[in-house]
């Protein structure tokens, strides 16, 4: 798979791995850790979500233009691996719960996902931009695309087992203090505490604990919610803190491999290469591929928008709506976060291979043109869950019944399909759109424009909240069809552009 690609592509993939599984870690576990340490609902742990996603890919604009002006994009890189694991040790760290100093602690958290987000600013766009530069070679070009998918692939290997570390890791610690794990308990927990229960979900609260204690019933329901609550969130932290781990792995193999990573400000001195191409272009092209990049960076916005639901509403659907056993087999909520991941190690050489078919035969789509299809695919598994949550209570409903007992409950099977196709949408988008930027971009703005990438992504995910309102307010399956809506039109605009973009990137 790597023969004919440069040889620093695997390390630069590697590298990327700990950041990958933080990054999943996170979209697993974040809201349901916020709604369990805090007590809050699922609209403010949904818009702590948002400005943490749209801070991790805003931030990359300041990483890019840092490496753009210092051309020190391998140093960048380092500071910002150090920094992300500082932030997951910030996080990491357990508190008591229930939280009685609510500013305070939540002040902790929110810096350290700032910390997180602002590594991760500083590594994640230069990282693509040194990937992009392997490519700049006459030798590489033809084979952009398919080096970013491959890249891609290899980076979420590190992401498939995030979700399942921290569900271990918290499901270890409730069972070595005598519990076992429940969804909906948390909820019910800090309901009991603040006195907001309805009758009915007060008896299943009663019901649960007593099916969750290995060992003698409780007597005392308060002290039992305080104990859960403060286990099942000091899991959480535990969970965050094998994200350090996988950062300085990831350090480690940056640091092995450094030197043989391209290298920008080597070559604008030694070679010239950089200055010979800057003068080749002219004012007029460099401001053609700028509006050209401006342009796909706002249809992704909305692909963004939809496809990062996964970590927020698609998340709360898992915990609220969908039967949680396989068979005979139990599962969590976090555990879905390893079908995204999982599916694109999975179809990564898959589409590969389809893409390559139609290269040689002079068929195959330009990158734009695979981007706008992205968007009709993400538009069918929105479809998908629309036509499977026909029928169901709303959130308020199910949240005044304690939960919904497992009869009512939908099979996991809708979301694993619904997640296997928007992986395939996904592949069609994300590392295209990566390949696209590198392909176009004018090269003293390789890094700006990486990070111009990310920025669009940071717009969609500072939107992600809308989700979690309308998650909350309006029946589940008219919340997946607004997503439907969004990337249709986004489709739509993205085919109008075609001729324009491909006639860019000639």
């Not at 508190?95 to 602002?118: D, E």
């Not at 939960?403 to 619904?418: K, N």
Request: aromatic share 14%; hydrophobic share 50%; net charge positive.
């Amino acid at each position: 798979m790597f023969k004919k690609h440069p040889k620093g592509l695997l390390p630069a993939a590697l590298a990327n791995m700990g950041e990958r599984f933080g990054f999943y870690t996170m979209m697993a576990i974040l809201t349901l850790f916020l709604m369990a340490k805090f007590g809050l609902d699922k609209t403010y742990s949904g818009l702590i979500y948002s400005v943490f996603y749209f801070s991790i890919y805003i931030l990359a604009l300041v990483g890019g233009i840092i490496a753009d002006r210092t051309r020190n994009y391998k140093g960048t890189i380092l500071v910002g691996l150090i920094v992300m694991a500082v932030g997951y040790l910030l996080v990491a760290l357990p508190t008591p719960t229930p939280v009685r100093n609510m500013a305070l602690y939540l002040t902790i958290t929110c810096f350290g996902l700032f910390t997180i987000a602002f590594g991760n600013g500083l590594f994640k766009g230069n990282l693509q931009a040194l990937v992009g530069q392997m490519y700049d070679d006459p030798k590489y070009s033809n084979l952009r695309d398919s080096g970013f998918s491959i890249f891609y692939m290899f980076i979420n290997v590190g992401a498939i087992f995030a979700p399942l570390a921290a569900v271990g890791i918290r499901n270890w610690w409730l069972s070595t203090n005598g519990f076992q794990y429940n969804a909906d308990l948390p909820e019910l927990c800090h309901g009991f505490l603040n006195g907001t229960l309805t009758p009915e979900a007060a008896t299943r609260f009663q019901t649960l604990a007593s099916e969750v204690s290995k060992t003698a019933l409780p007597n005392d329901m308060g002290t039992f919610a305080a104990d859960y609550l403060n286990v099942f969130s000091t899991g959480f932290h535990y969970a965050f803190g094998i994200a350090v781990i996988a950062m300085a792995i990831s350090l480690v193999i940056f640091l092995a491999n450094k030197r043989i990573l391209p290298d920008p400000k080597l070559a604008a001195a030694n070679k010239q290469e950089l200055g010979k191409d800057e003068i080749r272009m002219e004012a007029k092209e460099v401001r053609q591929r700028i509006w050209a990049l401006i342009a796909v960076f706002a249809v992704v916005i909305f692909f963004w928008f939809s496809f990062h639901q996964n970590g927020l509403t698609l998340t709360f659907f898992a915990k609220d709506y969908t039967l949680l056993k396989i068979g005979s087999m139990d599962i969590t909520a976090e555990l879905f976060q390893t079908m995204n991941p999982f599916f694109v190690v999975f179809l990564t050489p898959v589409v590969l291979a389809v893409f390559g078919w139609l290269r040689a035969r002079g068929k195959e789509p330009s990158t734009p043109n695979k981007i706008a299809i992205g968007m009709g695919i993400a538009a069918l598994a929105y479809l998908v869950m629309t036509l499977g949550s026909f029928g169901l209570p709303t959130a308020a409903q199910a949240e005044a019944m304690g939960g919904l007992p497992d009869a009512q409950r939908v099979t996991p099977f809708l979301l694993i399909g619904t997640y296997f196709i928007l992986t395939v949408a996904e592949l069609c988008i994300s590392p295209l759109g990566i390949s696209f930027v590198s392909k176009v971009a004018p090269p003293q703005y390789q890094g700006l424009m990486q990070g111009g990438w990310l920025g669009a992504t940071a717009i969609g995910n500072q939107l992600l909240f809308i989700g979690a309102v309308l998650y909350d307010t309006i029946p589940i399956w008219a919340t997946w069809s607004v997503f439907v809506v969004v990337c249709l039109v986004a489709m739509t605009v993205m085919f109008s552009m075609l001729r324009w973009l491909n006639r860019i990137t000639e």
